[in-house]
């Protein structure tokens, strides 16, 4: 396990890289590791390279969790299982998250089951788009859970690409969801309207609860519902 605690601490990451360069936000056959920020701490990544965890299929049951106040900052793309299965994000309990590039949860065939989850007053800000369930990973899900808990983004792709199957975005209970471009959920991986190709099925975008928002200002024209 690696802890990162208290104000003032801080995190850069860049040592363990994997064989495209990018940097594993843990060791590339990890599984069952666990990494907390919290308390005022803060971690970063020093290149602007992307971010894998669970970078190769065998690794799987990996914990990315930023609480208490703890702050994440990735300077490109982060991805929540680039390869494996059952892995977590989480920001918490008036904690933040900033990522500037892509961020996906799940991207594989062999990188089913992996979650992202947003908890009250807490919030997660990404500059580029978020895919939750792309490229044929199936049944991953990003919660956004609690007054204050919210996401902030571009576009959306919940369940895009064939076989990327019953993927979830939940926003409950004063949860807030916010967009400006693209909402698609069930899509095909192009968005050639003059291509035939048979989307993804079960994919959700589920509001419940008193308080929670789901707003997109995108064109309709760019969202497949």
């Known amino acids: ?14 040592n363990v890289k994997d064989t495209s360069g990018n940097h594993s936000l843990l060791p590339k056959y990890a599984s069952g590791s666990k990494v907390i920020v ?11 390279k ?3 965890m669970a970078s190769d299929s ?6 990315f969790i930023v609480r208490n106040g703890g702050y994440l900052h990735l300077k490109n793309a982060f991805h929540i299982g680039r390869a494996g299965p059952l892995n977590h994000f989480s920001v918490m309990d008036g904690s933040s998250a900033s990522v500037l590039g892509e961020l996906f949860v799940g991207v594989a065939a062999t990188s089913y089951g992996n ?19 792309y490229g044929g990973s199936a049944s991953n899900r990003m919660d956004v859970v609690g007054a204050n808990a919210a996401v902030t983004n571009t576009a959306y792709d919940i369940g895009v690409g064939r076989a990327a ?5 939940r926003i409950a209970d004063g949860g807030s969801v916010y967009g400006s471009r693209r909402f698609a959920v069930g899509a095909p991986l192009s968005f050639d309207s003059s291509t035939v190709v048979c989307g993804p099925v079960g994919n959700t975008a589920l509001v419940e609860g008193k308080g ?5 200002k995108g064109n309709a024209s760019g969202s497949y519902v």
């Open 165 to 169: 199957n019953y993927n979830t975005l």
């Open 212 to 216: 929670s928002i789901l707003h997109n």
């Open 38 to 48: 919290e308390n005022g701490a803060c971690w970063t990544n020093v290149s602007g």
């Open 58 to 63: 065998p690794s799987h049951d990996n914990d």
């Open 1 to 14: 396990m690696i802890r990162v605690s208290g104000a003032g601490s801080f995190y850069e990451d860049g």
């Open 115 to 133: 979650t992202a989850l947003v908890t009250t007053n807490s919030w997660l800000r990404n500059s580029h788009h978020i895919g939750i369930g």
């Open 50 to 52: 992307s971010t894998y």
